[in-house]
């Protein structure tokens, strides 16, 4: 029972995995992007509900209403205004760009909230329970966080394959030189995929605070995990991305179980395992 319910944490863990790469996947899918300040934005989500809530006192509701509007609006003029400036066939100046976004981003939040670690307390939500069987339950925060993740997913695929703005993203991403031809703006196109990716970011953002401790220097690890998430899972596959989270979180949990010493590094292992076996991931995307 003991391995069943490492097991099932992992799996809820996977949730947040999944959320953390959900974004990374859907930028790389559209235009080949690496955003390595993704991890980031992730935490400046979390740093932005724990002050709209706890700091200025605000109802939760309106505090993660602020938070995705924000976060969305921020990734659609980032885009905007710097990104597609650098975006092209070489990889290397998005990488070098968004490098430095990373260190001003933890500079400028270690300015404004010292290096303290800090978590959003959500009182009888993160103590409750649900009891699936003798000796076994779930707790109520992962099990949302978790539906979630299946929300957020399912949400991006049916605007990915059943919208106007999904097919746009899709022809972009096949073919973005043709799209100005049909009256498409590349530009605009980008800068929607990236506002839709950070509002995905903010949703992270706003789990991570919750689940665990959190502070500046956060982000290269969130950074990592989604990485990961996004490769076992095959780049640019959405529902992979869930699959890719569920079996890092797995590796995760059981290596806990083993050893609290070796938690991280059996996720990294099972990465690694994935990526001999499977070098494209497990679900690559394909051609629609």
Known sequence: MVWINSVIQGVMLGGLYALFAAGLSLMFGVMRFVNIAHGDFIVVGAYL??????????????????????????????????????????????????????????????????????????????????????KLAIGLLPALMFLTALGVIAMLQFIFYRTPLGRMLRATSDDPEIVPLMGGRNAHTF???????????????????????????AGPARLLFAFEAVIIGGLGNIWGTLLGGIILGVAQTIGAQIDAGVQILAGHLAFLLVLVIRPTGLFPKVSH
Not at 72 to 95: E, S, T
Not at 97 to 112: D, K, P, R
């Open 191 to 217: 800068a929607l995929a990236t506002g839709l990716a950070s509002l995905v970011v903010g949703i992270a953002g706003i789990w991570l605070a919750m689940k665990t401790n959190f502070d500046p220097a």
């Open 49 to 134: 509900i724990v002050t709209f809530i706890v700091s200025w006192g605000l109802h939760p509701a309106i505090g993660v209403a602020m938070v995705l509007l924000l976060v969305a609006c921020a990734g659609y003029l980032n885009q905007r205004v710097l990104l597609n400036r650098v975006l092209g066939k070489d990889i290397l100046p998005p990488i070098l760009v968004t490098f430095g976004m990373s260190i001003i981003i933890q500079n400028g939040l270690l300015e404004l909230y010292s290096a303290d670690s800090q978590k959003l307390q959500t009182g009888w939500l993160e103590t409750t329970s649900l009891q699936v069987a003798d």
